[in-house]
Every structure is written in structure tokens, then in C-alpha cells.
């Protein structure tokens, strides 16, 4: 397996001004996989429950997907109920079931342990530590977090912050773990710790990477209307690393590619309910929207 | 007069996390013209009261700002207090006090009426409207308004927005006179009145051109640290606005780079309180941080 994801897969119900969706297929892992199978192969990690719908797992199977690493447990899939309003920017949690989750061990199969790009989906950190200890020799590890373990795991995040070489996190968690409202100086005290590459996400105002003498800044990719902006984030980041695991190489051209491979799958995923979108999406309409980005984005210098 | 800007001079007594500043030179012509002025000859018109400080006068002056348009009335000069929280992007208006400006009625001195490009800066869309007729055979006009004018004069706005080639609108502005969350839909409404060219600009978030087959997103250039971000948006205007009368154009490539210019100068008036990094801006420091600019944003096509 080229690239491995760790994280939740989930049955989400969830409400916008456009319209509901009850027990839809999400989580962090599979917006991830969804994203990713179009550059690299890519396992899940990850836990479901028995009560977890077939057509589901019949779904990730088709596109290609790997799923040795997807176990079944006796007992309820992880459920997360939110809702968003006009500004579709925040998510408004309005019940979370872990379930089996909550009893979550990932244990990487051996073909996995092989894997070269590793993604650690937003869990416990400690879950985290666990995992980079099962892989043997990754060329590319990244991983997201999130507030609840920022304020209740510090010490363990920081300890696996320091083990990796990518962290992807949101723009109000940078400012938090870092306690600075400047982006810039948290990334660099995170740089700090040991990852070479931060990327900080700013919904859909785009996102900046921070790596070695490289500073890159863009917007989103404007869209026409949102319908569902559940798993942006996690598709982005399933882009970015299968472009990264594709490539194999991080140099900075690459890595801006990455960011912006990333910028447009996540346009995709908000256009559709769930992984509505995601599930349709080929390297065609990927091209022609990174060459629109590229398009829309730039400006020439001046010759007068 | 190239470029004339109308709009309110003031005194500014403003508050941030990072110090405070009280009787400052602020409002919006101010800080257009002084954004300007490092493109293209510009005029202010303008009311000041006898309370006016002779220092700020000359000041203008020895930046090369035109002062004919500049009166003096009996009376306080417009004053306006406000703080920003750490959240940097949102002015709290503490105190407005119109004082002269609550009569003001702008007159264009006869060398002004001949002026190629002018702004209107948010003041009363009557007022505006006045001054289109003014104005002989103008090649570029534009305007800038707020949520007052919106909800209060929503007709006599529509009236001049029709007049004018390019609107300058704030994100939120542009959501509430078009009644749509999309901004491509907002843009779309307003250009459907008559102008050519929309700007919608979103703060720390960078801003979106809209034009004749052209769209253009840019992220805002990105701080270490903003001392008072006042007068950013005006200051966008004057650098676009003069950059736009400098080249003589409104093709797309020079609508683009007028926008990085605004962004670019933008940036630099948060850097300190009031006006103080505009009034030593030079074009040395401008072409700097543009090619800066440039290089955070670009990527390249992929040869693999």
C-alpha cells in the first residue's frame, strides 16, 4: 500500500439551508480515501460497527479503495449529527456517539506497515503515536488534529507534532496550540518541533503552507453555491498527500501542486451532500478545475 | 487632476491590542489619496474643520496630495473612535461625531473636473451622485459604500451604481445589497446595473475581481504582525485606482496587477497606527513586496 489513512468513518446526519442527509457515509478516513484513490493506492485504517450499511463499504471497494485495514466491531457505527447555517464555514456539532469508536485500536496490517505516505486522520494523539510506531520506514507522515485535543491531549500531540513531517491543521487551532494570533510565528514555533511542511486551512478562505524557505499562500477555489461543506478539509488533505505519494517527491514546486490539488478536490467534495461529489470525481474534471485555479489565481508582471 | 477621490478626512481615536492613537489622521480620502499618490497626480475633496491641524495639511502636502479640494468650514472635524479586538478584521465604532462633515457638500474645483479617474468614497450615494455630474468625461469612475447606505438609501445607491464603471465593495456589503450568500451572484447583480468592474474585498482574506470575462482571487499579503488596520480598504482603493490612471488601461492583466498593487499597499498601512507607514511608502518598498507577492502565490503547470 502506497498510502495509509488513520481515522473515523462514520454515518453523519446533518442539515445546511440546501437540505438534509441522515446516516450519510463520512468520517475523516473516508473523505480522505475518496480523495486520495485518484493519485496513489490507498488503505483505510479505521472501525466501523456491525449495524454499518454494505453498499458503504461496496462503495469505497469499487473506487478502489483498500479496506483490509477497515475493521468491524460488534456494536454501533460512529455517528455525528451537525448543522450549518447560512455561513457555511462552521459546523455546529449537535450530537456525537463515538460507539465503537470509542474503543478505536488501530492495528496497521502487514501490507500497510510497508506504506510510504501516512496520513493520521484527526484521533487521540496517543492513538497517533501508536500508529507511526507500527509503520516501518515512511518516506512522508503527516497528520490533523483538532481543539478538543490541543486543550485536553497537549503533551501527547506535541510528542507525535514532533514525529512527523507534515501537520495540517485549521487556522483557530494553529492560533491556539501556538496561543498567537499571527499564523505566521505558529507556524513557525510548530516548524519548530520537527514537521518541515505546516499547512493551515482556512475553510473557504483558502489555506498557506509553510515549509523549508517556502511561503505559499491561496485562496479557495470560489464556487457558485455550497451544499455541504462536511469533509473539505479531510478531502483536502486526501489530495494533497495522494498528490505528494504520486509524485514522491516534496520539493517546493510539488508541494505548491499539492496545496492546490487539494484546494480543488475540496471544491468538489462541498458541491454535493456527503461524498456525493467524491465518488464521481475523475482526473478529467480534477485537471480542468486545477487548470481554472491556475487561471484565476495569477497575474504577470509588468512590462510597460 | 488624474485622480480625484472624494470623501471624509478625520480624526481617528482608535484602540488595539497593540496600542492606541487618539486625534490621528484617518478617513477614507486621506488614506486613498496617500495610497495614491505613489501612482498618479490625485486631488482630495474634502471638509476639515477649523480644528484641523495645520501639520496635517502640510503633511499631504509634502506627499504631494492636491489640497484644492480640501475645505475648511466652521466647526469640529469629522471624528470617528473605535477598537479592534484581536480579531483584528472588525472595527467597533465606539463614537462617530459628523461634526462639518454632516454638512458637507462636495465642490470640484475647476482643474478637478477634468479628472480622468475618479472614486467616490462612501459617503451619502446623493452625494455621489452629485459629484458624477461635476465631473466632465471622466475614463474611470468608481465608488466605494457601506451597510448604511445600503439599508438607509438603497435607491439613490442603486441610482449611482448604475453611473459608475467599477464598484468596491466589502464582502458583507456586497451579500446584503444583493440579498445571496454567493458572491459570484452578488458580483453578477451589481455588474448587471452597468459597472464593468467589481472588486469584493474580504479584509485579512484577500479579495475577488469580477470583470468582462475575467476573475481574479487573491489572498491579502500576509502579515507578521498589524499594528492598526484602519484605512486598509481605502488605501486598497487608492493603489488600485491610481495604479489603474497610471497605466492608462482597464485590460485584464493591468485590472490584475492594479488589484496586487491594492492589496500590496493595503498591507503596508496595517503595519502601523493611522497613516504613519503611508507617509514614507515609496516605490522601491511597493515593487518589493509586489514581487513578493507574487512569489507566494505562483505555481507551476506540472511537466511530469
Known sequence: MKLVVVGSVAL????????????????????????????????????????????????????????????????????????????????????????????FKPHLPEAYRQAEYLFLGNIDPTLQLDVLKQIRRPKLTALDTMNFWISGKRDELTEVISRVDAVLINEAEARQYANTYSLLKAARDIRALGPKVVVVKKGEYGCVLFAEDCYFVTPAYPLESIKDPTGAGDSFAGAFMGYLARAGRTDEPTLRRAIVHGSVVASYTCEEFSVGRLTTLDAAAIDRRYAEFRRITHFEDERE
Open 12 to 103: 453523519d446526519t446533518l442539515e445546511t439551508p440546501f437540505g438534509r442527509a441522515a446516516d450519510a457515509l463520512g468520517g475523516s478516513a473516508t473523505y480522505f480515501s475518496l480523495a486520495a484513490r485518484n493519485y496513489a493506492p490507498v488503505g483505510i485504517v479505521g472501525v466501523v460497527g456491525t449495524d454499518f450499511p454494505r453498499p458503504n463499504v461496496d462503495l469505497l471497494v469499487e473506487r478502489g479503495v483498500d479496506v483490509t485495514g477497515l475493521a468491524s466491531e460488534e456494536g454501533q457505527t460512529f455517528r455525528w449529527s451537525g448543522r450549518y447555517d447560512f455561513d457555511l464555514s462552521t459546523a455546529h456539532t449537535l450530537d456525537t456517539q463515538l460507539n465503537v469508536f470509542a474503543g
